[in-house]
């Protein structure tokens, strides 16, 4: 039986100084009232509990998953790899190569293993993202979207 409130987006960013550029995704989740969970770990600092959160997700009640990581972000793709769910990944702007690298890192997916993926920095989108896709299938979730929509056109 679903939990009222428990977490149905999934965040997990590679490492803590992800945080503040993934702020806006929160904050647009919290004017959704759409309740997530946030988890900080890296795939290529902390592959066990990468795997460990990403293929129990979907046992939680997370049905969107949103991964943010920059330079060589291996991260959405290794939690696409692990969770039934859809995964939108974030690329991170960075230093030396301004989120480039972040983003063909994240888009570039083989075949049978897909992502979706916003913007540099597109924290934000990713949020309303995750709401589209749980709208599909959730009328509270989809008259979100309709009102977001509305009050972006006024
Ligand atoms: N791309 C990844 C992964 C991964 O893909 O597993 N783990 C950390 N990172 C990224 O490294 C950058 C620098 O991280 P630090 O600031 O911790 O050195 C961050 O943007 C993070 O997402």
Same mark, same amino acid.
């Given at each position: 039986m679903a939990v009222e409130n428990a977490p149905v987006v999934g965040i997990i960013m590679g490492s803590e100084s992800d945080m503040p550029a993934m702020q806006p995704c929160m904050d647009q989740l919290d004017a959704f009232g759409v309740p997530y969970e946030?988890?900080? /770990? !890296?795939a290529h600092r902390k592959p066990a509990v990468v795997h460990e959160w990403a293929s129990t997700a979907h046992q939680?009640?997370?049905r969107v998953i949103v991964a943010a990581a920059g330079k060589a972000a291996h991260l959405g793709g290794v939690v696409a790899a692990y969770t039934p769910n859809p995964v939108i990944t974030v690329p991170m702007k960075t230093s030396d190569l301004?989120? *480039?690298d !972040? *983003? *063909?890192s994240m888009v570039q997916m083989p075949s049978g293993v897909p992502v979706a993926c916003v913007a540099i920095n597109g924290a934000k989108n990713a949020a309303i *993202? /995750?709401?589209q896709i749980l709208g599909a299938g959730d009328d509270a979730a989809r008259r979100q979207i309709i009102d977001f929509k509305e009050s972006m056109a006024q």
């Open positions: 946030v988890k900080v /770990a !890296s939680r009640g997370i301004g989120g *480039l !972040s *983003l *063909l *993202l /995750a709401v």
